[in-house]
């Protein structure tokens, strides 16, 4: 069924158009290119950059691992009992959440962070630009122990480095002066750092000394619950939340608009319906009307004069300061009121004279003419001598 548009409702649709047209020409240049694989390093993605290979073969270990969507300051109090793997986040921490990692670390929680995004979140250590490897790259290992014997190098494409010093931390991968896997106390916890999320991926999870690297940041299976985190992935728990941290909230500021502009153009010709008040009975045109048709049905024309006077003579009594009333008592006012009113106005000539005629009219046989021009006489009177108050 079309749609029946007035011009002002056009005229909101195109205004609308010219607005919505620029914003989605800018969303479709400036978004980013699609890649054939998802960037995030998600538990959720079976890509060679995802990590869900790893995460279904860890309950095949022996591990109890489940994903984590929850704010830092949700993290469970008795944190000796878990593992927190924030496998290359993608959304910034603020200042609350980093110190509630802290606390769970201090608590005596631990913690595999990958990446170059993941290190400030979680230590204070200098981190360094890994500019010296551009692809997959073998580290041998750093220091002695029972991972050197299964593991003795992994592979890894480094997003930045751990410049060394002595923090207490311990470096078990990387060259001279630049480490790619760190260990460091905090508290009664412990903080392992990857400086890439290599080991981890389904495409790096076979290289060799990768598994048994996961493992031993995991520890013995069955010791903690592992946290797989997904919170900085943009998984949160409230829709809204959820829309904050992808590219879609982007989206809906042109489709609110187009959602404003047709219920405005909706509301414009739908609106609840109002009467129109009906006009008062009392009209000022309707009563002229009235009275004209009751004159022209009676066939005298004395009575028109007669009203006309009735009214010219209470205004007359009034201004005199004789009341409406008088002439009921005075039988003889009417013959004396053309002599009064006349003393009264002498800047009126033929006031008297006017006002004999109109009252012997009352009782005469007048044509319409006549009739018409006494009654025109008489309104002008009123109006000369300003009997009538001014109306607001």
Not at 122 to 150: I, Q, R, Y
Not at 246 to 251: E, S
Not at 325 to 341: K, V, Y
């Amino acid at each position: 069924m079309p749609l029946n548009l007035d011009a002002a409702d056009r005229r909101i649709l195109a205004g609308s158009a010219a607005v919505l047209a620029p914003l989605l020409a800018a969303a479709a240049l400036l978004a980013p290119v699609q890649e054939s694989e998802s960037p995030r390093v998600s538990s959720y993605s079976y890509d060679s950059n995802g990590a869900a290979a790893a995460y279904t073969l860890l309950p095949q270990l022996g591990y109890g691992v489940q994903r984590w969507v929850r704010p830092p300051a949700e993290l469970p109090t008795d944190a000796w009992h878990y593992t927190l793997v924030l496998a290359e986040p993608v959304a910034g921490a603020g200042k609350p959440d980093r110190a509630a990692l802290q606390r769970f670390l201090h608590r005596g929680g631990r913690i595999l962070g990958t990446g170059a995004a993941a290190g400030p979140m979680l230590t204070e250590a200098d981190f360094e630009p890994a500019v010296s490897w551009l692809g997959w790259t073998h580290f041998p290992v750093a220091a002695a122990g029972p991972l050197a014997a299964v593991a003795p190098q992994i592979t890894m494409q480094p997003e930045a480095t751990w410049a060394t010093q002595p923090a207490g931390e311990l470096a078990l991968y990387g060259t001279a002066g630049h480490a790619v896997v760190v260990i460091q106390p905090a508290g009664g916890g412990e903080l392992e750092w990857w400086a890439g999320p290599t080991p981890l991926l389904n495409a790096g999870l076979r290289e060799p000394g990768n598994l048994e690297l996961l493992l031993h940041a995991l520890g013995p299976p069955g010791k903690r619950q592992i946290l797989w985190d997904e919170y900085y992935h943009g998984e949160r728990p409230g829709l809204w939340l959820y829309m904050a941290a992808t590219p879609l909230r982007f989206g809906l500021w042109p489709l609110g608009l187009l959602l404003v502009s047709v219920l405005w153009t909706f509301s414009r010709r739908s609106g609840p319906i109002h009467v129109p008040p009906s006009p008062s009975r009392l009209s000022v045109l309707e009563f002229v009307d009235t009275l004209g048709g009751v004159y022209q049905r009676a066939h005298d024309p004395a009575i028109a004069v007669e009203v006309a006077y009735q009214r010219l003579r209470a205004l007359l009594l009034r201004r005199l300061g004789l009341g409406a009333g008088a002439s009921a008592e005075a039988a003889d006012l009417d013959h004396h009121l053309p002599e009064a009113a006349a003393r009264c106005f002498p800047d009126v000539p033929g006031l008297a004279a006017t006002l004999r005629r109109c009252q012997e009219a009352q009782y005469a046989h007048l044509s319409d003419p006549q009739a018409l021009a006494l009654v025109q006489q008489m309104h002008e009177l009123t109006r000369h001598l300003r009997l009538e108050t001014p109306t607001s």
